[in-house]
């Protein structure tokens, strides 16, 4: 069965350090890799997204994704984190095999920057 | 503008006492989901749609019920809701995720329930 494991629960982080959270996925085949955050009250939003092609991916607000299949890792980075980016990031994988193809979400991990 | 709507945002009831959660979407969106957001757990999905009368369980269906009657809506329901479905809810739609499918699901705002 798929899945998809967020190693950090909890991040703390003052402003201007740099962010890296881990995502790995179980699944062999093909896959489509998100992330999504979500600010304190409110809904899921698209972070960024990775189909195909350069497995580098740049999203909104500064944040990137590698995608390392050999790894079957997409972590989530970016150089300097804000006071504004505290919020919890959830990483989800789609798992092709034909049919119906669910989207699977990490337990998320929680961001708190300290200004 | 592009909106996943949820209602209602927030709900205290008693255990048994049957409630509907509804969702609406406004950009004819064939694939419609429900989640739901517990600590530690992330999101799991509970019900799904395909389609207009094409609805199948996710991951946690036990004491939910959906209904797909329109591309629009889909309803999520609790016939006798128990404490343990005291949890923030989270309904979705996209274009698909079928073989090819790769949109990025829109969510609504949340609906926090929470059964007494």
């Known amino acids: 069965a798929q899945s998809v494991s967020q190693h950090n629960h909890h991040v703390i982080l003052s402003e201007a350090a740099s962010l890296e959270l881990g995502c790995n996925y179980s699944?062999?085949?093909?896959?489509?890799l998100f992330w999504y955050v979500q600010y304190p009250g409110q809904h899921l939003q698209l972070l960024l997204k990775?189909?195909?092609?350069?497995?580098l991916v740049k999203g909104i607000k500064g944040f990137e994704a590698e995608f390392i299949k050999s790894k079957f890792s997409f972590n989530l980075r970016k150089p300097s984190v804000q006071w504004s980016d505290t919020a919890e990031y959830f990483c989800?994988?789609?798992?092709?095999?034909?049919?119906?193809?669910?989207?699977?979400f990490g337990a998320g991990t929680r961001l708190a920057v300290h200004p | 503008e592009a909106q996943v709507t949820q209602n209602p945002r927030y709900l205290i009831t008693v255990t048994g006492k049957k409630l509907t959660v509804t969702c609406s979407q406004n950009m004819n969106h064939e694939y419609m989901s429900w989640y739901r957001q517990d600590p530690g757990l992330g999101l799991r999905q509970i019900y799904y749609s395909m389609n207009v009368e094409v609805t199948d369980k996710g991951d946690v269906p036990e004491g939910y019920k959906v209904s797909r009657k329109e591309k629009r809506n889909f309803p999520l329901i609790l016939e006798s809701p128990s404490p343990n479905q005291t949890s923030l809810y989270f309904c979705?739609?996209?274009?698909?995720?079928?073989?090819?499918?790769?949109?990025?699901?829109?969510f609504g705002d949340g609906t926090r329930l929470s059964i007494l």
């Open positions: 979705a739609s996209s274009l698909g995720l079928g073989q090819g499918g790769n949109q990025p699901q829109h």
């Open positions: 699944y062999g085949g093909t896959v489509n």
């Open positions: 990775y189909f195909s092609g350069d497995p």
């Open positions: 989800a994988v789609i798992g092709f095999s034909g049919g119906y193809n669910k989207l699977i």
